[in-house]
């Protein structure tokens, strides 16, 4: 194999920045000139990996194909790149103690001094080489979260400076930073820029091309200024400014020429860039002004970011029927309440979505939304957790089995009827995360039913994460009153997928079909959804 090139991308100023996009949307014009490009995420936070985090401070989990739970923004590199990650791609400071930790207590080091250099450093160098080496890339996008400046970067600013002076005109490094506007003098500011790039700089790293983050147009003598003054080229300043989609992004750095400027330095020959399929559904989004409501029944709508592929997929969906989705949150604890004016929303949305979550907090507002749903024949997608309910739903109403409910609602076991349960045997086939089901897992789907038609296939895989199933006890009389299992898996152990036979749509999956939407091509049973909505309008 031959050597890969690096990318790195940092973050000054401030967080919350946008690095995420900035890496997305450099991969995306590389991968679009036809060279193989992954992207993977360095996180100096000290947890193993997000997986425990509260999606109130972290946004979703986004899992990939090989179980990893990971940050978001790696469901923003596949989703701009349409590659899919693995594992290797997702690296935190913990995940990097603990090894380097386990190694000592192994004798590894001989009894030698562990040190944040080399030892620490040096493992994270190599979790980038590893990365690059098990998805034999061309090219090795790296995003360093939080902000130049950290405490807790530091070990991996030391890193990016070494795998500098190794890798020489083989990486680039790439620095996105903002130009704060203040009112009372009307301008933007390159001060803070300035501090952060010699902060940068102080550490050993040096940039090569730095993104202008900025709310407005930036004047090309601010672009001017912070080359003089950051020694950057000209050229390679690039202005980011706020668009009104992220999809936008990659065409506006390709306009500015940074494809051009990666190449040279990267010394990648001359490339050609093959934009038009972005460039469709970009206009597509600019053109499309009728908007659909959609609800949102989630337990974390404080935080936009707990249901960012979600949102994305829906979104994506809506422009494939030259709809505008606009979200609705409706809030299930004030279902439970017999809120007036959430019922009132609930009325109003064209469909509902009801997406995964764990704990028994506001599920009787999800039953009581499935129930509405069922009953209105208004269209509904239960996600993970929303599948979950469906089944509870359908058997307190149309069962009549009153106690009906999970396992997990349960834990003073109440009830005799665990519709939902937690299978002992479920340990023999994880692949991570002890009691829970992550990953990727193949479906097999039934002929003739609303699903299937949707894949147009039998057979597929989807991720997962979770830890209760269908409890099979009750299939049959599901399946008796209506309450279709659509998918199982291959073994027929495990309902995946279900659906009303007699409602227009109401679809229920296992797995989270929103981690393989993608900007211009959604996820089936997205598209579904919303081809419900639109042919029942």
């Not at 000054?12 to 993977?40: D, E």
């Not at 946004?59 to 990939?64: D, W």
């Not at 202005?239 to 010394?267: D, H, M, W």
């Not at 029944?297 to 969906?317: F, P, Q, R, W």
């Amino acid at each position: 194999m031959k050597t890969p090139k690096f990318i790195l991308v940092t973050g000054g100023v401030c967080s919350s920045l946008g690095k995420g996009i900035v890496a997305a949307s450099t991969a995306a014009i590389l991968k679009s000139a036809g060279l193989k490009v992954a992207i993977m995420k360095l996180d100096p936070y000290l947890n193993v990996d997000p997986g425990t985090m509260s999606p109130f401070q972290h946004g979703e989990v986004f899992v990939l194909d090989d179980g990893a739970e990971t940050d978001l923004d790696l469901g923003h590199y596949e989703r701009f790149t349409e590659t899919h990650l693995s594992e290797f791609c997702s690296v935190s400071t913990g995940k990097v103690y603990s090894e380097v930790l386990e190694e000592e207590r192994d004798g590894k080091y001989l009894g030698g001094t562990i040190q944040v250099v080399p030892h620490i450093t040096g493992k994270i160098i190599s979790k980038v080489e590893l990365a690059a080496k098990k998805m034999e890339v061309d090219v090795l996008v790296v995003e360093l979260g939080g902000t130049v400046g950290d405490i807790e970067g530091e070990p991996f600013l030391e890193a990016i400076r070494q795998m500098q002076s190794k890798y020489g005109s083989d990486m680039v490094c790439q620095h996105v930073t903002l130009l704060p506007f203040l009112a009372a003098s009307n301008e933007l500011k390159t001060k803070p820029t300035q501090i952060s790039v010699r902060e940068l700089r102080r550490m050993g790293v040096v940039p090569d091309v730095i993104f202008l983050r900025a709310d407005c147009k930036i004047p090309k003598k601010l672009l001017k200024k912070v080359s003089y003054f950051c020694d950057v080229d000209e050229e390679a300043v690039i202005p980011a400014e706020t668009v009104n989609s992220i999809y936008e992004v990659p065409l506006r750095f390709q306009k500015s020429g940074l494809g051009e400027i990666l190449a040279k330095k990267l010394n990648l020959g001359k490339l050609k860039f093959k934009f038009s399929e972005w460039e469709k559904g970009i206009d597509k989004m600019k053109t499309t002004k009728e908007e659909l409501l959609i609800g949102l029944a989630g337990k974390y709508n404080e935080l936009d970011d707990a249901y960012l592929s979600v949102i994305e997929a829906s979104k994506s969906a809506g422009f494939f029927f030259d709809k505008r989705v606009k979200i609705e949150w409706i809030d299930t604890e004030k279902i439970e309440e017999q809120d007036g004016e959430e019922w009132e929303k609930l009325t109003k949305v064209a469909g509902v979505i009801v997406p995964g979550g764990f704990g028994n907090r506001g599920i009787e507002g999800k039953i009581e939304v499935a129930r509405y749903c069922r009953e209105s024949n208004k269209p509904y997608l239960g996600l993970c957790l929303g599948s979950q309910i469906m089944a509870i739903e359908f058997a307190r109403n149309v069962l009549k089995i009153k106690d009906a409910t999970s396992e997990e609602f349960d834990e003073n076991k109440k009830s005799k009827n665990h519709v939902v349960h937690f299978m002992p045997e479920q340990r023999k086939i994880m692949k991570k995360g002890a009691t829970m089901r992550l990953g990727a897992y193949p479906c097999v789907l039934k002929k003739g039913t609303k699903v299937q038609k949707l894949y147009g296939e039998t057979k597929i895989s989807e991720r997962h994460r979770h830890r209760y199933e269908f409890n099979n006890k009750y299939r049959e009389r599901f399946e008796k009153a209506g309450f279709c299992i659509a998918g199982i898996s291959p073994d027929r152990s495990l309902m995946e997928v279900v659906e009303i036979t007699d409602h227009p749509f109401m679809i229920g999956s296992q797995f989270h079909p929103e981690f393989l939407s993608r900007p211009f091509k959604p996820h089936p049973l997205f598209r579904g959804f919303l081809s419900a909505i639109v042919k029942g309008k």
